[in-house]
């Protein structure tokens, strides 16, 4: 499944993920005011994979990206809103990420009363 579009959050095959998708503090100096996006350990395996196959262009510079990644050496999923350090290391610095994830931020946040949990 493909999104084409920098606003991909905003399209109804990005939201049939919101449900699953839990937001932590980072805990570091380099995301202080941005929360860290995984699928939560309790996804269904078919929405873990559909997760992995999803692409969309990345906020910054529109190339197509996987936004759901496996993480490296340990178990898990975690989302990212721009290319991968290898591929673009400048596209997560820019305004462009920071806007996007403020912008994932609210969409869970008012996402999860529908859902009876807390963050």
């Not at 920098?6 to 699953?20: A, G, H, I, T, V």
């Not at 529109?62 to 050496?73: D, E, H, I, S, T």
């Not at 462009?96 to 999860?112: G, H, K, M, T």
Request: with cysteine; hydrophobic share 35%.
């Amino acid at each position: 499944m493909t999104t084409a579009v920098r606003d991909w959050w905003k399209s109804p095959e990005f939201r049939q993920f919101l449900p699953y998708i839990q937001a932590t503090a980072a805990g570091d100096k380099r995301h202080y005011a941005h929360p860290r996006f995984d699928l939560k350990s309790s996804t269904p395996w078919l929405v873990t994979r559909a997760a992995l196959d999803y692409r969309v262009s990345c906020v910054a510079c529109g190339a197509l990206m996987a936004p759901f990644r496996q993480r490296k050496g340990e178990s898990g999923v975690y989302m990212g809103v721009t290319c991968t350090q290898e591929r673009n290391n400048a596209c997560s610095r820019g305004r462009s990420a920071s806007n996007a994830y403020d912008a994932i931020w609210r969409l869970i946040r008012d996402e999860e009363p529908k859902q009876g949990g807390l963050l």
